[in-house]
């Protein structure tokens, strides 16, 4: 069964940047879409961004031009590149894999605060 381990998190001051990893067990992944979504306190988890297999990406309005996605196949990880952080970002960020009925990560918590 495939397993997804996330890496990355942390406090950072508005402003800063944060690179989020998510590593999975099985190289199924490298077939499949994979995703960022987030989930802050009292509120829905949301799409952040994602990748296809034919490496298309899509991003949520909120963090166009900030974030940027990718992914190594080879090392069958998905990233996310997060800059110009805002205290709106933070969250709880998950990795998630089309595989199956969908995977999800564990969850990294990702702060952004003075």
């Known amino acids: 069964q495939v397993q997804l381990v996330e890496s990355g998190g942390g406090l950072v001051q508005p402003g800063g940047s944060l690179r989020l990893s998510c590593a999975a067990s099985?190289?199924?992944?490298?077939?499949?879409?994979m995703g960022w979504y987030r989930q802050a306190p009292g509120k829905q988890r949301e799409l952040v961004a994602t990748?296809?297999?034919?490496?298309?990406?899509n991003y949520a309005d909120s963090v166009k031009g900030r974030f940027t996605i990718s992914r190594d196949n080879a090392k069958n990880t998905v990233y996310l590149q997060m800059n110009s952080l805002k205290p709106e970002d933070t969250a709880v960020y998950y990795c998630?894999?089309?595989?199956?009925?969908?995977?999800w990560g564990q969850g990294t918590q990702v702060t952004v605060s003075s």
């Open positions: 099985g190289s199924i992944v490298r077939f499949t879409t």
């Open positions: 990748i296809t297999s034919a490496l298309y990406t």
């Open positions: 998630h894999v089309n595989v199956g009925s969908g995977l």
